[in-house]
């Protein structure tokens, strides 16, 4: 009996999609090109960046490409006013006006532009946020998939509403504004046809008012985070590392809906790693954590949250699962997304 | 969740380990075949919550792992070539081959997709007459059913521009390696819940007999494991070895009669070399003469292709049991699931996967 095995040549000269999938090749790239042609300081990269010269304003901007452009639950043009507004709630900030950019592919059907863009303006409004400015360029058949968007927002921070990545302390408990696991199968089993479209919707929604409610918390409030590309696993892993903490999560109180259990199954998808886009994981200081459950709750966008874990002095920047047979482990960093172009 | 969390539940899952404490009265070395299972044991740490001295060893049973790396050197070839469109499960695309993956070769340029049916395949194959679309059919007896039912929906069709890379295996006569070999240390088995839904266990009665071996047709839910391990380790203790079933939900004696006859009418049993195990007679499956057309290694003349392997990692070793990932000079730092060296980090199913997923410390070594 042989017991060998090769050692491959790894390429690492090309763009891979899983670069672009929030997961460890996506820090590696950040990290080894994009920060450092900007110059950028070292610190915890954030969803929404603090306006030099203006503490109360937050700025982020963010490109959508998913496929298809239609799915249950939501559309490009939705989830391009969603995402962006969601990571300025992230840091506290309530939209203040967006910004709008249109890559589109000659020959796409003027109807789908129309209803992607009726969208926009549905999602803005439903928000209360202004879209003041914007930009559309076409390209050549075959440079871009249909159409890809860009947004950029601006948000005021609440008063005292200071979450940071790296604002996570020993004793917070964590919570989990909603179910996970339902965007990233929605847009899947669309794109594929799998036939999970009638059991799951995208939870595409904006996250500001759920964030508004912990107001009175103000101070409690030590990180948001919503849990995107690379789903909850990747953002908890990231707050461990930019708060230097140690984070245990309980496996029997994770909200996954019945229907993205049995795709994440059958798919051998782990829900932890699956893209949301309508929930966020909140660290909150334990004396104010039931207070701030009732808050999210009061909402009909929070009324599955949920107290999945805490934070721990213990193995800082590690993030430890309870098994539901009782047993321990390490929730690691995801590779990179298992299904590109979610978002 | 209806056969879901009967299946997940944390009070049952501590009767049963109570019950295993009571039952077992000495240390015993139980072999999980499947990677489906290993993953679950290690994702719950089940194998870590077994009473002391019932030990886990984590078999072969890996269909992306085993999966030679001449097949792997195949599918880049034929996926390098204008005109094809490259097709396979998610799981294979980044297993490496003796150069390169099957996502580099994509970021190079070649039409590489993922599917999840190969029916999908063939379906694509009717609608571009103008590319040669080829599926890459790994996987034990689960996968060849369907992979067989496409086959014959292209032979149907008629289709002149679909093939398939056949790299089926099959699971008894790698027991029967493993049985063989006089280092083994396994005492009881439990068989894949899914290759015999397929198969049924009506093969694996005779090797029980011959090898004086318990084994328990396994489900891949926490407490079937728990429950199997169970069922095996009261044959041990009685001194039986029968073939028992703890999937009664899903598997009969006589398994799948309509999925076992397509296999047989499009695949037929031959050599296969196992990676890390080597060539097992009659481990393997390929497409009979009457579909040979279909035969992607023929189609685009890759057959005589030979890939050289060399003794980087310890894959063979783990993939018998032999050793555990954590005793491997390279887990966890040369070869991770980002740079793996070998086909049991990469799949999500492989032994060193789901112990590096499962956050596994490496075994501490001396400084010498």
């Known amino acids: 009996m042989t017991l060998d095995c090769p050692a491959p040549h790894h390429e690492d000269d090309r763009v891979l999609l899983g670069h672009g999938a929030g997961g460890r090749l996506s820090a590696e790239l950040l990290g080894s090109v994009l920060l450092p042609a900007l110059g950028a300081p070292d610190g915890p990269l954030e969803d929404a960046a603090l306006l030099p010269g203006h503490p109360e304003l937050v700025v982020s901007t963010d490109s959508f490409v998913v496929s298809p452009l239609f799915f249950p639950g939501g559309d490009i043009g939705s989830l391009a006013v969603h995402g962006t507004v969601n990571d300025l709630a992230m840091r506290g900030g309530m939209p203040v006006a967006l910004t709008l950019s249109l890559v589109l592919e000659e020959g796409l059907p003027l109807s789908e532009l129309r209803t992607v863009m009726a969208s926009v303006g549905k999602a803005a409004s439903g928000a209360d946020v202004p879209v003041v400015a914007g930009d559309t360029k076409v390209v050549e058949r075959g440079a871009v998939d249909r159409m890809f968007l860009t947004t950029t927002g601006i948000g005021r921070r609440l008063p005292f509403m200071r979450p940071t990545a790296a604002g996570a302390r020993p004793g917070d408990a964590i919570l989990l504004s909603g179910p996970i696991g339902l965007h990233g199968t929605a847009v899947l089993s669309t794109r594929e046809g799998l036939g999970f479209e009638a059991d799951i919707a995208s939870d595409s929604r904006p996250l500001h008012r759920l964030v508004r409610v912990l107001a009175p918390l103000a101070g409690h409030v030590h990180a948001l985070r919503d849990p995107t590309r690379g789903g909850l696993a990747a953002a908890l892993n990231e707050i461990a590392r930019d708060s230097r903490v140690g984070t245990e999560i309980d496996e029997a109180r994770l909200p996954v809906p019945a229907p993205v259990a049995a795709a994440c199954d059958l798919l051998g998808l782990d829900p932890l790693q699956v893209a949301n886009e309508g929930c966020f994981v909140a660290y909150i200081a334990a004396s104010a954590a039931d207070a701030a459950l009732s808050a999210l709750r009061s909402l009909p966008e929070g009324c599955g949250a949920a107290r999945i874990g805490e934070v721990v002095p213990d193995h800082p920047g590690r993030v430890v699962l309870r098994t539901l047979v009782g047993a321990h482990r390490v929730i690691d960093m995801p590779l990179g997304e298992q299904l590109p172009r979610i978002c | ?368």
Request: charged share 20%; with cysteine.
């Open chain 2, 1 to 368: 969740m209806k056969y879901l969390d009967e299946y997940r539940d944390p009070g049952l899952a501590r009767r049963l380990l109570d019950e295993l404490s009571a039952v077992a009265t000495q240390p015993w070395r139980i072999m999980e075949v499947c990677g489906g299972q290993t993953h679950t044991l290690v994702r719950q740490g089940i194998d870590e919550l077994l009473p002391a001295g019932i030990r886990m060893i984590h078999g072969p049973g890996c269909p992306v792992c085993v999966t030679p790396l001449e097949t792997l050197d195949r599918a880049m070839a034929i996926a390098a070539r204008p005109g094809v469109t490259f097709t396979s499960f998610g799981d294979m695309l980044r297993v490496p081959g003796t150069h390169t993956d099957l996502l580099s070769l994509r970021a190079r340029g070649a039409d590489v997709r993922v599917v999840y049916s190969p029916m999908e395949a063939v379906r694509l194959a009717a609608a571009r007459p103008e590319r040669q679309v080829v599926f890459l059919a790994v996987g034990f007896e689960t996968t060849a059913p369907a992979n067989a039912m496409a086959v014959l929906q292209a032979a149907r069709l008629g289709l002149r521009n679909f093939s398939v890379l056949v790299s089926h295996v099959l699971v008894p006569p790698a027991m029967v390696t493993l049985l063989e070999d006089p280092d083994c240390e396994v005492q009881a088995f439990l068989a894949a819940g899914h290759v015999c839904a397929v198969m049924g266990w009506r093969e694996y009665e005779p090797l029980s007999a011959r090898y004086r071996v318990p084994i328990v047709v396994t489900g891949f839910e926490p407490l079937d494991l728990l429950e199997g391990i169970l069922l095996a380790v009261r044959q041990l203790e009685s001194g039986r070895a029968e073939v028992a079933n703890q999937y009664v939900r899903a598997v009969r004696r006589q398994g799948n009669p309509v999925a076992r006859s397509v296999v047989s009418q499009v695949f037929r049993v031959t050599d296969r070399a196992w990676r890390g195990m080597g060539p097992l007679p009659r481990s393997g499956l390929e497409l009979t003469e009457e579909y040979a057309e279909f035969d992607a290694a023929r189609r685009f003349d890759v057959g005589r292709l030979h890939a050289t392997e060399h003794p980087e990692c310890i894959a063979g070793a783990i993939l018998t049991g032999a050793r555990l990932p954590t005793d491997c000079t390279a887990y966890g730092t040369r070869c991770t699931p980002r740079t793996p060296l070998g086909a049991p980090m990469v799949s999500a199913e492989g032994t060193c996967a789901a112990f590096h997923a499962a956050g596994r410390a490496p075994t501490p070594r001396s400084a010498s």
